[in-house]
């Protein structure tokens, strides 16, 4: 699995934008971008995932560069309930490939 | 309850005894998970299975055992403690959606 690139942490103001960006240069084509959080003490929660299009849901919407090589997770109206470590992830789409958990990118969100 | 759960959620234990971590998933995922968290750390895999019967090691195994009799369940055993297994525990299955986690059992080994 391709490997990825986050800052380490940023803080963001409640109810502006939250963009976090993700750098996966080397991502193979039939390699998926894959979103996750971990709120402290809690079990990685998954956000959204994508190829090649944008998506969005009702969490999260994900950007992906039309080279693929890097992504942007945004959470458009940031909550204190948003603090969290996002983890950006590249993998094959298939049910037994594991999830390699990098160190992430640890969000504030600042009243 | 729909979704998949762990327990205990806390546990203590000494140096040397035979735990073991329960999870159970009511989707009927194929593909089921074992990660721990120690802290400042990333998840890392201790063991994985395919399906009822099939199990294969991640990248930290040693010292646990996994079996899987029926899908829905998965548990994971410490065989004989020790502190360097302190950690806090994830069980997870998957869909093509992704892999969706349980809540965690914090262990720890005195």
């Known amino acids: 699995d391709a490997k990825t690139t986050q800052p380490t942490s940023m803080d963001c103001a409640e109810g502006r934008a939250a963009n976090l960006p993700c750098n996966h240069s080397t991502i193979s084509g039939n390699e998926y971008v894959y979103w996750y959080r971990q709120i402290h003490s809690q079990g990685p929660q998954y956000i959204i995932h994508g190829l090649k299009n944008n998506e969005t849901n009702e969490m999260a919407s994900l950007i992906i560069t039309e080279d693929r090589k890097s992504s942007t997770l945004i959470l458009p109206h940031a909550t204190l309930r948003d603090t969290a470590v996002y983890y950006c992830i590249v993998r094959v789409a298939d049910t037994g490939n594991q999830f390699y958990f990098g160190t992430g990118t640890s969000l504030t969100v600042i009243p | 309850d729909a979704g998949i759960t762990q327990s205990p959620r806390y546990k203590i234990t000494e140096t040397g005894r035979q735990v073991t971590l329960m999870c159970h998933q009511t989707w009927s995922h194929s593909y089921m998970f074992w990660y721990r968290q120690d802290l400042g750390h990333g998840l890392r895999l201790i063991y994985y299975?395919?399906?009822?019967?099939?199990?294969d090691k991640g990248e930290v195994p040693d010292g646990y055992v996994v079996s899987r009799s029926k899908t829905e369940n998965f548990p994971l055993t410490l065989e004989s403690a020790t502190r360097s297994q302190t950690s806090v525990y994830f069980c997870?299955?998957?869909?093509?959606?992704?892999?969706?986690f349980g809540p965690g059992t914090r262990l720890t080994v005195l």
């Open positions: 997870a299955s998957s869909d093509y959606e992704g892999q969706f």
């Open positions: 299975s395919a399906a009822a019967d099939i199990t």
